[in-house]
Every structure is written in structure tokens, then in C-alpha cells.
């Protein structure tokens, strides 16, 4: 995986938290620098220009305002306003942090932070000041979609065909983790809007109070310390798709602005008269139940059956077994890679054991088992123990036992159909010895 053309300044006084994000920032970011007082701070972006800044709130001992951070934000704005700045907060600081983003900021991570989240706000931070700035970058890849041999899978991917070329709106659904958000990258890829990335929109991750002017932007002088114009999302994706991840999240005083503007397809901004048109193609994902919540009055009517033009079922990665064992060895890759290990592969004690784990996090939680063991692996192949899953994690009954059993005949009968029975190639497909092909055939009468 390429690293992002990015130099990220971390600003901490905790010794523990720099040295975990001097592991973890360089394996995404070309350059970091990580410094404990902002005392030097405004020297260090002088002489090491960052793109992004991540910046503690707190910095004298016993003091917990943060208006330290605010007053330094206030600070490196002034100076340098090209530069994005992402506050590192405390939970208990999270409305000074919204505060700060209202004066300026990015976004904010609050500690103990999750790495997957952290990275993914820092890499948004660096794409904004690179389109800012005009400078260049290398574009993470989106991830690609697997389907899998069910008929279920093989029905969806035939619609996907069948609306992808069009402008209809699709509501996803589907439990967390199930890849919502790599099936809308699908759809966008397949569309005749593939020729501009899609824009994408956490909602659970946008307050009330700032859904207007994430979504449809601000004017210079709109609210206090609202220094600049700001483009909304709807607008950033004049010509492509947006994608509203978690549309369930959609506060009820902001639905009937959301339906206003997906049916009249303009914008205004907040502080601003003026109506601009967008041309967007609208793409949203749920893991909630909207027709129930439509029922207890949480969700507007008028807006779900606005966003469900199509609805796509994602069904959970436990009724989809073929695809847990491809998808793990293609995260063994793409994490042996990122983290220079020499995993190559899994182990037939590490596939059994995967395929008989419940999976209640779906290819999220498979992602990120696979992505510890693959750290925690010094073998060519991760083995079962790196895994480290626990017992209670795993199928047990008689009927769940029969079905990944039924899973794997499947699999190997595929196998041999596709080699013409060449037991040499099928052994090796599997990756998997011919003593243990041998049994399994004779297993399963093949």
C-alpha cells in the first residue's frame, strides 16, 4: 500500500501517545514530526511544513480547559491558514472540540482513539490541503468488491449491473461491517459518474449543530468564526455520487432539510439566499431498521421513500462462508505488506478455525483479526494460535458444524469442476497438502 506524499505534525505532551503514533503515522504518512509543547510549535511549522496538524488540547499539568488548544488553533490558523488542523481530545472536552472546528478545525479524534478512524481523519485532512494547495498525492485505492459464489450474492451483484449505469437512488442496508460502504464504491465505479471519485459522508459522525454547513456549506461571516467560505458536501459532489453512510443517524429537526434538498437537487448555504444546483446521483446506507423507525416516528416518511428509489441487502458475512476464507488471505497481503511482515498466506488449521468463527462484525471484524495476527505472525503462513480467537467466538452446535462442512464440500467440488480433476492443481488452489485432499474427497464421497 502506498504511503499518502503527506507530513503530519503531531503536538503532545504525553510521552506514551507519541511514541504509539511514531509507530502507527508512519506507516500511512511520508514524513512525521512529533513534538511535546506547543511552545516550539510555531518554529517546527517553519521549518517542517506539515499539511496537518494533530493537536493536543491540554498541555499544563491540572489543567484541563482546553484553551490551550483553542488558543493555539487561533494561532496556527492565523499563520498559516492552508494548513488543516485536527484536535486530539478527551471525551469529557468534546464540545470545546466542536467549539474549535466552529474557529477553524478539521475535525477531532478523541483519545483513546480508534487507529483505523484516527488514519482515516488524518488521510481527509491531507486530501483537503492538498486540493487546497494544489499539490499532488497519491490516492488510497478503494477497496474492491467480492462476491462470492451464494445465489444470494450472485442475485445482488446482477442488480448492481442492472442500476449502477443509472441515476437511481439506492439505499443500502445490511448489518455493521458488512462492506456497505465498498458496495456503494462498486455501484460509483460501474456508473457513468466513475470518472470523478465519490464523495462519502459518515453521518453519525456530524453534530446536530454542524449538519448544515457540513452538508451545504457556510458563507464568510455566517456565525462566529466562520472566516471563510466553506463548500458542503452536496456540492463537493456536483457531477458524481454522494454517499450518506448511516442515513438512520440523520437527526429528525435536519430530515426535512435533507429531503428539501435531494428533491429540488440545490443547495443553499447556510448564511446565504442564494440557491445553487447540484447534480448529484445519491447513494445511502443504513444498518437500522428505517421502516420501523418510520412507523415510531424517528424517521420521516417522505425522506425514506425518497432514498429507497433501489434498496440493496447485504446479508452478513456468517451466510456468505465462501468469502471468509479469500478475504482473509487477501488481508493477509495487503497487511504483510503495510507492515513489512513475511506472511504470505494462512495455515489449514487457520482456515478451519475461520470458517467455524461466528463473525458477529462481519468482514470488519475479519479485517481486523487478520490484521493482528498478521503483526503478531513470524511465519511464512499465520497460524490458528495467531489469531488469537477466542473460544466463546466459535460455531459449536451440530447444525452450524454441518454448514461450514457443506461450505467446504462445496469449495472443493468448485475446485475440482474448474481443474478437471487434476488433483495436483485442485491441492494447490486450496493450499492445501494432497494426504489432506485425499481425505476430503473421501470425506465427501467426491
Given amino acids: 500500500m502506498s504511503k499518502l506524499k503527506s507530513k503530519i505534525l503531531v503536538v503532545d505532551d504525553n510521552a506514551g501517545i507519541r511514541s504509539a503514533l511514531k509507530i502507527l503515522l508512519p506507516m500511512r ?61 478527551a471525551y469529557a472536552d468534546i464540545a470545546l472540540a466542536v467549539e474549535g472546528m466552529k474557529r477553524g478545525a478539521f475535525d477531532f479524534v478523541v483519545k483513546p482513539w480508534d487507529n483505523a478512524k484516527l488514519l482515516g481523519i488524518l488521510e481527509e485532512a491531507c486530501k483537503k490541503h492538498r ?118 443517524n440523520v437527526p429528525l429537526s435536519q430530515q426535512a432539510k435533507l429531503l428539501r434538498v435531494i428533491q429540488s437537487r440545490s443547495i443553499t448555504k447556510v448564511g446565504d439566499t442564494v440557491s445553487v444546483p447540484v447534480d448529484i446521483r445519491l447513494i445511502c446506507a443504513t444498518n437500522m431498521d428505517l421502516a420501523t423507525m418510520v412507523k415510531e416516528g424517528r424517521f420521516r416518511e417522505d425522506l425514506f421513500y425518497r432514498i429507497n428509489t433501489v434498496t440493496l441487502h447485504l446479508p452478513p458475512l456468517r451466510e456468505r462462508p465462501d468469502e471468509i476464507v479469500p478475504l482473509a488471505e487477501a488481508f493477509v497481503k495487503q497487511y504483510a505488506e503495510r507492515y513489512h511482515r513475511a506472511a504470505h498466506g494462512l495455515s489449514e488449521e487457520a482456515k478451519q478455525m475461520l470458517l467455524r468463527c461466528r463473525w458477529s462484525g462481519n468482514i470488519r471484524e475479519l479485517q481486523n483479526c487478520i490484521e493482528k495476527a498478521v503483526i503478531y505472525s513470524e511465519t511464512e503462513l499465520v497460524r490458528a494460535e495467531d489469531l488469537q480467537i477466542r473460544a466463546s467466538d466459535m460455531t459449536e452446535s451440530k447444525s452450524q458444524a454441518e454448514s461450514l462442512e457443506d461450505a467446504e464440500e462445496k469449495v472443493i467440488r468448485q475446485a475440482m469442476k474448474q481443474y478437471n480433476g487434476n488433483l495436483s492443481l485442485v491441492a494447490k488452489a486450496l493450499k492445501i497438502s494432497r494426504p489432506t485432499l485425499y481425505s476430503r474427497l473421501k470425506k465427501y464421497g467426491i
Fill in 29 to 89: 504518512f511520508a514524513e512525521v514530526e512529533l513534538i511535546a509543547s506547543p511552545k516550539v510549535l510555531m518554529e517546527t511549522m517553519r521549518t517542517f511544513k506539515p499539511d496537518v496538524v494533530l493537536l493536543d488540547m491540554n498541555f499544563e499539568t491540572d489543567i484541563n480547559t482546553g484553551n490551550e488548544g483553542l488558543f493555539w488553533l487561533s494561532e496556527l490558523k492565523r499563520d498559516f491558514p492552508e494548513v488543516e488542523v485536527v484536535l486530539f481530545t
Fill in 131 to 248: 486540493k487546497v494547495t494544489g499539490k499532488a498525492s497519491i490516492a488510497e485505492p478503494a477497496p474492491t468488491m467480492r462476491w462470492g459464489d451464494s445465489e444470494e450474492m450472485q442475485r445482488l451483484r446482477a442488480m448492481v449491473e442492472k442500476v449502477a449505469p443509472t441515476d437511481a437512488t439506492v439505499l443500502i442496508t445490511g448489518e455493521n461491517g458488512t462492506g456497505k460502504d465498498v458496495l456503494a464504491n462498486e455501484i460509483h465505479r460501474l456508473s457513468n459518474r466513475a470518472a470523478k471519485p465519490m464523495v462519502g459522508v459518515d453521518i453519525g459522525a456530524i453534530t446536530d449543530t454542524l449538519f448544515e454547513s457540513e452538508m451545504f456549506g457556510h458563507v464568510k461571516g455566517a456565525f462566529t468564526d466562520a472566516h471563510a467560505d466553506h463548500i458542503g458536501k452536496f456540492e463537493q459532489a456536483n457531477g458524481t455520487t454522494l454517499f450518506l453512510d448511516e442515513i438512520g
